[in-house]
């Protein structure tokens, strides 16, 4: 005798319903495919579980006794489900990570996508800070990474470059700059 999930969560469906048809419709099955799964679970246990009428079914005794297992396995089933959850989440590690507008705008959303799909069980809380608030952040331990501006004090980090954030200046066309390949700050003035 070999009931699958599918067959016990029909079989309370029906039992909880008083009808085969509001059960199977409550599991996502047909009447008749519903109908075929009670009859061989009759047919595997080689006995009537189902007292079938015009207003319904009611259950018999081994219906009473399969009603009280499969509610069992249903409820160790839910158990194993969170168990195993915990374990999951468990297993996840999560990275705090502040960083500048100018980071998150232009440097992380391709990186970190690319990132996270190769790296499913870490999760990033990415937060934007100003970049004198990521380095007091990193150095409270409110975060273990910021990604900042080079111009922010961080005498007392350890300093990485990541990515350089290249500034432009823009002119009319007509300017007196207009067609510099470089300037300096003294320059635009």
Same mark, same amino acid.
């Given at each position: &005798? ?6 016990? =969560? ?28 009670? =009859?061989?679970?009759?047919?595997? $246990? ?16 081994? $219906? ?6 499969? =509610?069992?396995? &249903?409820?160790? &089933?839910a ?36 990132? &996270?799909? @190769? ?5 990033? @809380?990415?937060?934007e ?16 990474? $910021? ?43």
């Amino acid at each position: &005798m070999r009931f699958d999930l599918t067959d016990l =969560r029909l079989f309370l469906a029906v039992a909880d319903t008083g009808s085969i048809t509001h059960g199977a419709a409550d599991v996502g099955l047909s009447l008749p495919a519903a109908s075929e799964r009670l =009859r061989d679970m009759e047919a595997a $246990g080689q006995v009537m579980l189902l007292e079938r009428g015009r207003r319904g079914v009611s259950l018999t005794e081994a $219906g009473e006794a399969l009603v009280h297992h499969a =509610r069992t396995v &249903m409820r160790q &089933m839910a158990d194993m489900h969170s168990e195993l959850g915990l374990h999951a989440k468990a297993m996840r590690t999560a990275i705090r990570v502040a960083a500048n507008t100018a980071a998150i705008t232009e440097y992380l959303p391709a990186k970190l996508a690319t990132w &996270m799909t @190769e790296n499913p069980r870490i999760d990033v @809380e990415l937060k934007e800070r100003q970049s004198a608030d990521i380095a007091r952040a990193v150095v409270r331990g409110f975060v273990e990474i $910021g990604i900042l501006s080079d111009a922010a004090g961080t005498t007392e980090l350890e300093r990485i470059p990541f990515a350089q954030d290249q500034l432009v200046v823009i002119v009319a066309k007509h300017h007196r700059l207009a067609g510099s390949k470089r300037v300096s700050f003294p320059d635009i003035l």
